[in-house]
């Protein structure tokens, strides 16, 4: 079960999911150029599949999932602590793409960038402790 976040070269004026369309959506580029981006920002990322990249630190891992064509968007599937939002926060900071969060909309990282991560790690927990994953 991971956090999914969604990366966007979209314009820096639009704040909400439902402003976003095909018009104003930018490329990220060729799958080459997006896995030298990632790689240059996170050099102990693994991108051997260059499709399925992975990036394991002691508090939280990602995974990011990159068409191997021309690409509008990278799925990340997050798992762990509020350290990836920095992870995230780098990406943005370095490419100017944008976060979105399925639920909580564009992650806005100037107020409340880990809302969407302490929403999904609270119904992460609920559903561990209530299933048949729960021990007994």
């Given at each position: 079960m991971s956090w999914d976040v969604v990366l966007m070269n979209i314009p820096t004026e639009i704040?909400?999911?439902k402003d976003i369309t095909e018009d104003n959506m930018g490329s990220l580029g060729s799958n080459d150029e997006v896995v030298s981006i990632l790689q240059g920002l996170f050099p102990d990322a693994d991108f051997s599949?260059?499709?399925?990249?992975t990036l394991e630190r002691s508090d939280y891992s990602i995974e990011f999932n990159i068409s191997l064509k021309d690409i509008n968007c990278i799925l990340l599937?997050?798992?762990?602590n509020d350290d990836a939002i920095e992870a995230l926060r780098l990406i943005y900071k370095e490419t100017g793409w944008k976060a979105l969060d399925g639920g909580t909309g564009?992650?806005?990282?100037?107020?409340?960038?880990?809302?969407?991560l302490h929403e999904w790690q609270?119904?992460?927990?609920?559903?561990?402790d209530n299933t048949l994953f729960k021990k007994k």
């Open positions: 704040n909400e999911i599949d260059p499709s399925w990249g599937h997050i798992r762990g564009i992650i806005d990282f100037d107020n409340e960038p880990e809302r969407g609270q119904y992460r927990d609920h559903v561990l």
